[in-house]
């Protein structure tokens, strides 16, 4: 069992040695570009699951339900959208909070709302697209991406079952 | 700068829970150590596959694809580089300017810039872990079909501007 989930991992490292073997210098960069993602997320998700733990101890679940839950309406919405857009750091980093708003009563619409405002309506990333590629460029995808994310998240809500809406908290020792 | 501003706020949230109770900070730590473990064997396989994927693809690689490629053609060409690749905003943007000041498409740029963050291959695994495998493919799925009308979209209103 516990040999079977590392079988992924030896599988890309033979990858990586096979084309060390055949291409050195592709070789190389693989296992300098490794290194490096590995460095940037060894760096990057200490601190989000430190937050997430605090926010688990400390945010109480009444209040997650009362804000995020199936019944926040329009304003649940709203707050996901801007707590997405106010996040910092890459999508994956936004895959565990997901995990922790589930747990403790936030919707699953309303969840899947945050991921897809965190994977394009981030603001330091939407200034930057401003200032690289100019307003009418931006500013049009910024206006269809809010109604398509919302729009994405309800037919995803619709989709999937109810055991598909409860996220796994994932423990390390199951 | 990210990292630094998340450090900051994840030590002194740390500071403050402490000063208040040590014991729900204790809980709050095994917690965090928990589940950063159920999520390794997950983040290992991303790691590996960032790794072999931005070698193979090149940013250099990316602008001679994407110079080759127009029309539908060229879209689809981009929204699968920019799917399976995993590049930071403040590279992604500075090239996609370049690209279009060298002559690509605006669709073929919006296409691509819509895909890299929306849809993410590499770290599906990840995603995989919380969300399940249906849920997955259904949210890549369709981020990865809006994205040729937001790039439709895009490309007629800017051209409209530029008009």
Do not use: H
């Not at chain 1, 605090?54 to 839950?69: M, N, Y």
């Not at chain 1, 598909?164 to 908290?169: A, I, N």
């Amino acid at each position: 069992m516990k040999l079977r989930r590392f079988l992924p991992v030896a599988l890309l490292v033979a990858i990586d040695l096979v084309i060390l073997a055949m291409a050195p210098d592709t070789g190389r960069t693989v296992f300098r570009l490794t290194g490096s993602s590995l460095l940037e997320m060894a760096s990057i998700l200490p601190p989000v699951f430190l937050l997430l733990g605090l926010l688990d101890v400390w945010v109480p679940r009444e209040t997650v339900i009362r804000l995020l839950g199936t019944a926040s309406t329009w304003r649940g919405t709203l707050l996901s959208l801007l707590l997405g857009a106010a996040a910092a750091g890459p999508l994956y980093a936004a895959f565990p909070i997901a995990a922790v708003m589930s747990r403790k009563g936030a919707s699953y619409r309303n969840i899947l709302v945050f991921i897809g405002a965190w994977s394009t309506l981030k603001l330091p990333l939407v200034l930057f697209e401003l200032a690289n590629l100019g307003s009418a460029f931006a500013l049009t995808r910024m206006a269809i991406n809010v109604p398509a994310i919302v729009l994405m998240a309800t037919l995803i809500d619709r989709l999937v079952t109810p055991a598909e809406r409860e996220l796994p908290s994932l423990e390390a020792n199951d | 700068m990210t990292t630094a501003l998340l450090y900051i706020a994840a030590l002194l949230g740390l500071a403050i829970s402490w000063q208040q109770d040590r014991d729900k900070t204790r809980a709050a730590l095994q917690r965090a150590a928990k589940s950063f473990g159920g999520i390794l064997p997950a983040l290992a396989i991303v790691v590996l596959l960032v790794g072999l994927v931005l070698a193979l693809l090149s940013p250099e690689f990316i602008a001679r694809l994407m110079g080759a490629g127009s029309g539908w053609v060229g879209m689809v060409l981009t929204s699968l580089i920019g799917a399976v690749t995993l590049i930071p905003g403040f590279v992604a943007f500075p090239l996609a300017a370049s690209l279009l000041q060298r002559g690509a498409g605006v669709a073929q740029i919006a296409v691509f810039l819509s895909t890299l963050m929306m849809v993410g291959v590499v770290t599906a695994p990840m995603e995989m872990k919380y969300f399940g495998r249906r849920a997955t493919l259904l949210r890549n799925g369709l981020a990865y079909l809006y994205s040729f009308g937001a790039a439709a979209v895009v490309a007629a209103v800017v051209g409209a501007v530029i008009r």
